[in-house]
């Protein structure tokens, strides 16, 4: 397996993985989506938001837009928006805009090429070093959102088993390849 069959392996399992937990939150109450918890963002609901924000701007980012901002993505900075939830109001809005989105990066991630996985991609933090900009090879800027998912997906796993859910999303690679042997 070459450097962009690994990425692209990777982002394929962060989409299925993504497609799995909305499904698993999708029989929950609207109160035990935006229960409080001290893990993660704070609910599933925000965990859900900062996990399809992150994913879009990395996009923008790694497409050359290197100040990207999805109105939440700053939780209580954006006049208005208290929540940082970014406008979206519910679990259905949520899941087409992530299908949208989830397109547009089956279609990047096929125009990568092994040299551009070198390329150094600029990007203004909002985090570590709010505001100052930043530059990361693309191929450690992929990783990392892949990275950033599994984590942010085992916060909201956990707040899943808090709130009594009954259904868990299948989260590891391993499950993945295993499906499709069988398939």
């Known amino acids: ?39 993660g963002q704070g609910s599933i609901w925000k965990s859900l938001l900062h996990l399809y924000a992150a994913e879009y701007v990395w996009l923008e980012t790694l497409l050359g837009n290197d100040d990207p901002l999805l109105q939440g993505d700053l939780p209580g900075k954006i006049p208005g928006n208290q929540q940082g939830e970014g406008g979206i109001t519910s679990l259905e809005e949520l899941k087409h805009k992530w299908s949208a989105l989830e397109q547009r990066w089956g279609d990047y991630l096929q125009s990568l090429t092994p ?66 042997t069988v398939q």
């Not at 450097?3 to 035990?32: C, F, K, M, T």
């Not at 930043?134 to 191929?139: D, F, I, L, N, V």
């Open 1 to 39: 397996m070459n450097a962009i069959d690994l990425v692209q392996r990777l982002h394929y399992h962060r989409a299925w993985v993504n497609s799995n937990l909305l499904a698993a939150v999708s029989p929950l109450s609207d109160e035990q989506l935006r229960s409080q918890f001290q893990i």
């Open 115 to 180: 040299e551009s996985l070198d390329d150094i991609v600029f990007k203004k933090s909002t985090s570590y070093g709010l505001g100052k900009r930043y530059g990361t090879s693309r191929g450690d800027i992929l990783l990392h959102i892949c990275t950033h998912a599994q984590y942010t997906v085992a916060q909201v796993v956990n707040m899943l088993r808090q709130a009594g859910a009954e259904k868990f999303p299948e989260t590891m690679l391993i499950a993945l390849a295993r499906i499709e």
